[in-house]
């Protein structure tokens, strides 16, 4: 819950007729399920240790693609009695690409970037690359969690009473992303023996009613809880599972409902008036041009989907845009869309992406 103390423009109420549309439960026959959020990281032999060391997060599945130069490193913290099978084996592979209702970080590696000393990403938070804010995770105890974690020399952004917004904290990993640490609610299926959760992925979107249309009605969200300030309002989404009550997303319950959930929710942060100015635009975290300073950081969110074919065709009829096509490359298991702020999405078919038996 990064927030930015711009003021942009006129002070305004957020979109009531969209958010009484989007708030509702969707009707999702391809499947989407959103599945990973993917971090660009510098050297994997700090990143992956940091994550399970301190946030209790577990190797979930590995890939190296010499051919390419890059390896991926899936990071998730399973369900409360889950048992998760080996990484790297046939079974977590299939693990991973059938998640339903939970998601993971995707740590992706460039080879030799942990030996340059230039090598730096963006987090996504300072100009010319702010866009994506941060992953965040709850906690029992976001006060103990903090000491422990500064303890242990884990630095910070923000300790919990600090700023404005007391009881919430902002940690950083080795590549100074941004974690944000959260209370969880009593009222869990989390165990307070399971010391934390993946709970969101925040990124700034430029007009909500367009980045609320895509993600609820193209991709199945619905807004779940919706929390307004003078000068920025930030809509969770997340992809409730059929048959589920939940609140009315501006109601007093609607901030417990979320604190309550497994599944990690996406933040979309609007910082009131960018809607108006033609010239305004937020960083996908893909482009670089290291002479103005613009750096590659965030890289997408991931959408499991039952049938890929279905899910593109679909898309197109709604005319979304592709950064990559299933018949583009090398992967025809997956597919790339852009939000309406240019984020990329990617679109991956449900037990499709499969390597492991041509190792």
Known sequence: MHHDQIQRGKIRTNLPSA?????????????????????RI????KSVPFYEKNFGFKLLHKYDFPQWNFSLFF?????????????????SEEAL??????????LTHNYGTENDDNFKVNNGNLEPNRG???IAVMTPDVYKAAADLE???????KRPDEGRMKGLAFALDPDGYWIEIIRRGESSEVPKEIPYTLAQTMFRVKDPKKSITFYCDVLKMSVVRVSKMSDFTNYFLAQVPPGEEFPDPESEEAPDYVRNMYPQVLELTHNHGTEDDPDFSYHNGNLEDKEKGILQGFGHTGFIVDDLAEAVAFLDENKVPFRKRPEDGGMREIAFALDPDGYSVEIIQKNGFKLFNEK
């Open 19 to 39: 958010l009484s549309h989007s708030s509702r439960h969707k009707a999702n026959p391809v499947g989407f399920t959103l599945q990973q959020t993917m971090l």
């Open 42 to 45: 510098k050297d994997p032999a």
């Open 75 to 91: 990071l998730g913290i399973p369900r409360p009695g889950q048992s998760w099978p080996e990484p790297g084996t046939k079974e």
């Open 97 to 106: 690409w059938s998640m339903k209702y939970q998601s993971c970080l995707e």
């Open 132 to 134: 994506f804010g941060h």
């Open 151 to 157: 303890a242990d020399g884990v630095a910070f952004h």
